[in-house]
């Protein structure tokens, strides 16, 4: 099994670039509401989550090699989800709490735990 690659991994890369675009180029062009309220929540995991990780594995709290675990990617999930929707907007005015923000995060934790598990899916491994 490969090392995780945490600042490294490709979908980090590939995610953060996605970011940055639709923060500056993107939004501006399309009208659309995914664009402008959820495609960024959406990434908040692969984003997020091997910066995290990578805390983590320095502090000595995770294995260094090893692939987010599902349980991390939930838990992350969870307090992220209750962290941004739930105390963010009683604490910033400007901050609003919606429930298709927690359904974007979970598009994202699902893609990233797919993507970062495939060759273990693929052939029908153990547990993840």
Same mark, same amino acid.
């Given at each position: 099994?490969?090392?995780?690659?945490?600042?490294?991994?490709?979908?980090?890369? $590939?995610?953060? /670039?996605?970011?940055?675009? !639709?923060?500056?180029?993107?939004?501006?062009? @399309?009208? /659309? %509401?995914? @664009?402008?309220?959820?495609? !960024?929540?959406?990434?908040?995991?692969?984003? +997020?989550?091997?910066?995290?990780? #990578?805390?983590?594995?320095?502090?000595?709290?995770?294995? &260094?090699?090893? $692939?987010?675990? +599902?349980?991390?990617?939930?838990?992350?999930?969870? /307090?992220?989800?209750?962290?941004?929707?739930?105390?963010?907007? #009683?604490?910033? !005015?400007? %901050?609003?709490?919606?429930?298709?923000?927690?359904? +974007?995060?979970? %598009?994202?934790?699902?893609? &990233? @735990?797919?993507?970062?598990? #495939?060759? #273990?899916?693929?052939?029908?491994?153990? &547990?993840?």
């Amino acid at each position: 099994m490969k090392p995780f690659r945490y600042l490294c991994d490709p979908l980090f890369l $590939l995610c953060c /670039g996605l970011y940055a675009a !639709n923060r500056f180029l993107l939004k501006s062009h @399309f009208q /659309g %509401a995914f @664009f402008r309220f959820w495609f !960024n929540d959406v990434l908040l995991l692969p984003c +997020a989550l091997p910066v995290v990780l #990578r805390v983590h594995a320095y502090l000595g709290w995770r294995e &260094s090699s090893a $692939l987010p675990k +599902a349980g991390e990617i939930f838990a992350h999930f969870v /307090g992220w989800s209750i962290l941004f929707e739930f105390f963010g907007p #009683r604490v910033m !005015n400007h %901050a609003t709490g919606d429930g298709w923000d927690v359904v +974007a995060y979970a %598009a994202g934790a699902l893609v &990233s @735990f797919v993507w970062w598990h #495939r060759f #273990r899916i693929l052939r029908g491994q153990g &547990s993840l």
